[in-house]
């Protein structure tokens, strides 16, 4: 269910509230789903969560592109 939220119509901003429900069953067939190769996800970068307001900044500038993983501790890799 999504219901308007704040924009900001200057920026071409436009806000919405997503509600979810969780469905355990949905995300194990997802992610069996990934398993098996049927379902990829491409992931343009990892951040570290101490790093979300340096990804917000980029990301008002236009920097971001892509879909951004946030994790509490990045490994490296």
Known sequence: ?????????????HGVNVFLRGDTA????LVAAVDRGELRVDV??????????R???RAAAGE???????VPALAAR
């Open 44 to 53: 343009a970068e990892r951040v570290a969560l101490a790093d979300l307001p």
């Open 55 to 57: 990804l917000h900044a």
């Open 1 to 13: 269910m999504t219901i308007p939220a704040p924009s900001d119509e200057e920026r071409d901003v």
């Open 64 to 70: 971001v592109s892509g879909k951004v993983v946030i």
């Open 26 to 29: 949905q995300l194990a067939d």
